[in-house]
């Protein structure tokens, strides 16, 4: 068992790479992945650094359980993210995030600054990094990327991170895998970093305790769910209950499911990610893009958002993001956008939903910045709406647009959304899967506290790095048997002080970087009703007084004053009075004997 607790440092600029020491109290408050990459980018960054800047930082982080646990291998891309200019984790999988932590043995991650003079990659190998030349996979699509590397896994961009889209994403296994929300792939490609190549196979270690939680995983609900159906039954899921984004967030359930559902997506499959395993991963499916794998947000977002009912379109469109490296999420609902700006009078484009050509060509347009129209959707929703106007037609929280749940329906899941860390995202927590069902009957104390109680779950299985739907079988007592096993000392009541902690320190982060009150507030979008809706919802808008209610107990709840700042006293209580201004910073430690100059080509 490595105890991976260095730091590879790859400054592009000066084409210098070098090993650090990660600080011994930064392992132990923090763990690794979310936690730790959050206090390196506390400490790195200036207030207001450009995210598109040399000066920003992008991390590709492990976490002591990588390579080991059941479930999804994943790693952490960690920097400031070029949609929002919030702090920005994104999680990627396949076979990227156990092939970097082989290749990687005493590494933490990589930590990567500056900006190359010309298209490089980094390849990683034997805990040795080597910056080669991409000259000529500069404008390859994630695919072709990938199949230049036919012996090893790879993280890249394509053509969305190289032209400077905003939600460009890092592809892995092909476009199959993504480190897909905030534009972490825009990072990338301002930097000229093309590609990350991991050479070496996955730890070994851990088969008991990883046959004994396989074990648990696979019989706990959400394995057996995910052996199922994968997460591509969240769009039957979501149109039952009305919460299915439909046309640009108009309606609540789409009459046309059953030509996206998962009996369509079943019938489409030409079989599993990985067959042998007893929770297989995702349903492979052939289209005119060549074979995919679609996750639950696709038809979602890019089927009933856009008002498309064919399964084979909707896994082809998602198919073209994919390749391109560009986040499916904000894809949609900026297309989305542009259709009702368009039925709104506010572009002179004619665009309506269910035209699947028309959203193909648009999307290669945002990709490749090649129309007026496309080079402002390459922005996001947000900076659409400053150009022309629209801002109350989809909804976003920091810049980044809600993803695959409509919270008109499902009220806390609006506090959700607001209170994310790095904008609209669901996978902070998801009282949207329990409220359409067992109602709004709860006081609002208890609302809040499952958000934030889930939250903060979330937060510690990301600095551990594991798949978030083992959060049923991995809490914190668990987690620590795990995390003894290599090496940590955390008990349960110290493992959940991490989660907590990392949450703080990320909203510490956003407010240094001018983020406040206002920016936890109820898009516009979400206070108007619904035009449909299905179950047991009657289709109304939210509440704003209601809203502002659950965010003032959520601010108590949290121990932040009424402008969404963390109070003193909570820092003392979780050990980050070192933080807020940089008093008493810890610094990391450089070795400098294994620092490595690397010649510039020739």
């Known amino acids: 068992m490595d105890d ?46 450009d995210p598109c800047s040399p000066e920003n930082v992008l991390l590709f982080l492990l976490g002591p359980l990588t390579g080991y646990t059941p479930g999804e291998q994943r790693y952490a891309a960690v920097t400031k993210s070029p949609l929002t200019g919030a702090f920005l984790d994104s999680y990627g999988g396949g076979s990227f995030p156990g092939q970097l932590a082989g290749s990687l043995e005493g590494y933490l991650g990589v930590l990567v600054t500056g900006v ?26 994630a695919e072709a990327t990938s199949k230049r590397f036919p012996d090893a896994a790879v993280a890249c961009i394509g053509p969305a991170g190289e032209n400077g889209v905003q939600y460009a994403t890092i592809a892995s296994d092909g476009g199959d895998h993504h480190a897909g929300r905030g534009g972490a792939g825009t990072v990338m490609g301002s930097k000229n970093l093309k590609a990350v190549v991991a ?24 394995g057996q769910w995910l052996a199922v159906s994968d997460t591509l039954e969240t769009v039957d899921f ?12 108009q309606e609540g359930s789409f009459e046309g499911v059953d030509g996206v559902g998962i009996e369509r997506a079943r019938e489409a499959a030409s079989g599993r990610e990985r067959p042998d395993d007893p929770v297989p991963g995702g349903f492979r499916v052939d289209s005119d893009e060549g074979e995919s794998v679609p996750r639950g947000a696709t038809p979602i977002v890019l089927g009933a958002g856009l008002g498309i009912d064919d399964f084979d379109a909707v896994a082809t469109l998602g198919a073209v993001c994919d390749r391109l490296a560009m986040d499916v999420i904000t894809a949609g609902n900026v297309v989305a956008w542009a259709i009702r700006a368009s039925q709104d009078g506010l572009i002179d484009r004619d665009l309506s939903f269910g035209d699947e050509a028309a959203v193909r060509r648009l999307i290669d347009e945002i990709a490749d910045r090649s129309t007026p129209l496309g080079d402002v959707l390459a922005d996001g929703v947000d ?3 400053e150009r022309f106007g629209g801002e109350e037609l989809i909804p976003t929280v920091k810049g980044m647009e809600l993803s695959s749940y409509d919270p008109r329906n499902a009220e806390s899941m609006a506090l959700a959304y607001a209170t994310s860390d790095r904008g609209g995202c669901h996978r902070r927590a998801r009282p949207v899967e329990y409220e359409p069902v067992t109602g709004t009957d709860r006081s609002r104390e208890a609302r809040v506290t499952a958000v934030i109680e889930e939250q903060n779950r979330r937060a510690l299985l990301w600095c551990l790095i594991a798949d978030d739907f083992l959060k049923d079988v991995l809490e914190t007592g668990h987690a620590a048997e795990w995390l003894s096993a290599v090496g940590y000392d955390h008990d349960p009541e110290s493992l959940s002080r991490v989660g907590e902690r990392v949450w703080t320190l990320v909203r510490l982060f956003n407010v240094r970087e001018g983020f406040a009150r206002t920016d936890d507030e109820l898009p516009p979008a979400l206070t108007d009703p619904l035009e449909d809706a299905a179950g047991s919802g009657d289709g109304a808008g939210i509440d704003p007084e209601m809203f502002d209610a659950l965010l003032e107990q959520y601010y108590t709840s949290r121990g932040w004053d009424r402008r969404g700042r963390p109070t003193a006293e909570l820092l003392r209580r979780l050990e980050l009075t070192d933080v807020p201004d940089g008093s008493t910073p810890v610094t990391p430690t450089v070795d400098d004997d294994r620092e490595t100059e690397v010649p510039e080509d020739d």
């Not at 590879?8 to 730790?36: C, F, M």
Request: negative net charge; hydrophobic residues 35%.
């Open 4 to 49: 991976r607790d260095e730091l590879l440092r790859v400054d592009l600029s000066a084409t210098r790479i070098r090993t650090s020491a990660v600080p011994d109290r930064w392992l132990e408050q923090y763990v690794g992945g979310k936690g730790v990459g959050a206090r390196y980018l506390y400490e790195e960054l200036e207030a207001g650094t």
């Open 116 to 141: 190359a003079d010309e298209p490089v990659v980094l390849e990683l190998e034997d805990s040795e990094a080597t910056l080669e030349s991409a000259d000529d996979l500069w404008g390859l699509d």
């Open 199 to 222: 050479h070496d196979t996955p730890p070994a270690g851990l088969s008991d305790l990883r046959e004994r939680y396989g074990e648990a995983f696979a019989e706990s609900d959400a």
């Open 238 to 249: 979501a149109n039952e209950v009305g919460v299915l984004p439909t046309r640009g967030w």
């Open 383 to 385: 900076r659409a709406a």
